[in-house]
């Protein structure tokens, strides 16, 4: 399989930012994708990456570096509600690999 | 709209017992897949198909048979169900194409006694 390896958890007080990291197998990549997970929920999609560089959608973003096999997600302007799990995914020979998921703990 | 709906939402099973999850999707999505999601794993890709007839398989088929005859389901069987078994099954979609994310359904919880 593919190794697509992410922190555990991470823990950070509301309103700030948190960047969440991701490293990937670059063998037959396709494109990087990050899912928001509450507990007990389906997954739910944020944000993709098949380019180098920063995708931004509101207080989410997404960069990618092909060539080091790396991501992360940026959360800015933190809620309470952003408390949940994050998970990495790529796109490798027509196959979806998923991280074991971040678990975001927000504080006030 | 309906999404994927996966049925049903919570199943007990007896080892040694077969069963069928269903998975059916109404936005004609030409890729499918099914994951079990376990405490501290993460999603892992059972099997998946790129359209009605084609399947393949994922990283932990064992124990696990899929088919595609039409583009809306996809239902998943567990030939002789194990304690090992017992997890989070997770259908999903998406239309085909590298840049397409995918769409999941609510989750069946099995448990295997």
């Known amino acids: 399989g593919q190794n697509i390896d992410q922190p555990t958890e991470m823990t950070a007080t509301e309103g700030a930012i948190v960047q969440i990291n991701c490293t990937y197998q670059t063998s037959g990549f396709n494109g990087l994708f990050w899912y928001q997970q509450h507990a007990g929920e389906a997954p739910t999609f944020l944000s993709y990456n098949v380019l180098d560089g920063l995708e931004e959608k509101g207080r989410f973003s997404s960069f990618l570096s092909r060539s080091k096999g790396y991501s992360y997600l940026l959360l800015k302007e933190l809620q309470m509600k952003d408390s949940a799990s994050y998970l990495c995914?790529?796109?490798?020979?027509?196959?979806?690999?998923f991280g074991s998921g971040t678990k975001l703990n927000v504080k006030p | 709209n309906a999404g994927v709906t996966q049925t049903p939402k919570f199943q007990v099973l007896k080892t040694g017992q077969s069963m069928t999850l269903q998975c059916a999707q109404d936005?004609?999505?030409?890729?499918m897949s099914w994951y079990r999601q376990d405490p501290g794993m993460g999603l892992r890709l059972i099997h998946y198909s790129v359209g009605a007839g084609i399947t393949d398989q994922g990283e932990v088929p064992n124990g696990y048979n899929v088919s595609r005859s039409t583009t809306e389901d996809f239902p998943l069987r567990l030939l002789s169900a194990a304690p090992s078994q017992t997890s989070v099954y997770f259908c999903a979609s998406s239309p085909r194409g590298r840049h397409q994310p995918q769409h999941f359904g609510d989750g069946t919880r099995l448990s295997i006694l």
């Open positions: 995914a790529s796109y490798n020979f027509n196959k979806f690999y």
């Open positions: 936005m004609n999505h030409e890729y």
